[in-house]
Nanobody
Framework: QAQLVESGGGSVQAGGSLRLSCTASGYTYRRYSMGWVREGPGKEREGVAVIWSDGTTTYEDSVLGRFTISKDNAKNILYLQMNSLNAEDTAMYYC??????????????????WGQGTQVTVSS
């Protein structure tokens, strides 16, 4: 059974940076595409970024150039480096693995495995 545990969320002022981490265990990490999904107050679930099993990445338009997804295969950790944060980035961020419908055009919002989430709050 896959287990995903996020860390690194918190409160930051607009323009600041945070790095989220997601430690994966219980499955063959490299087999799956993994991504980050967020749910902001009053907003629909949004796929933020995904790193596909072949190592390529896809980002949601609003974070392109500001966020970077990466993973350390040796440590089984997925990262999301978030720079130039703004109030619109305020959300609960979830790490997820194995997209249900892996369409390459945009980061998925539905996955088979989920972490518990970590809150990111950006104050203006």
């Amino acid at each position: 059974q896959a287990q995903l545990v996020e860390s690194g969320g918190g409160s930051v002022q607009a323009g600041g940076s945070l790095r989220l981490s997601c430690t994966a265990s219980g499955y063959t990490y490299r087999r799956y595409s993994m991504g980050w999904v967020r749910e902001g107050p009053g907003k629909e679930r949004e796929g933020v970024a995904v790193i596909w099993s072949d190592g390529t990445t896809t980002y949601e338009d609003s974070v392109l150039g500001r966020f970077t997804i990466s993973k350390d295969n040796a440590k089984n950790i997925l990262y999301l480096q978030m720079n130039s944060l703004n109030a619109e980035d305020t959300a609960m961020y979830y790490c997820a693995a194995d997209p249900k419908w892996p369409l390459r055009e945009r980061p998925p919002t539905e996955y088979n495995y989920w972490g518990q989430g970590t809150q990111v709050t950006v104050s203006s």
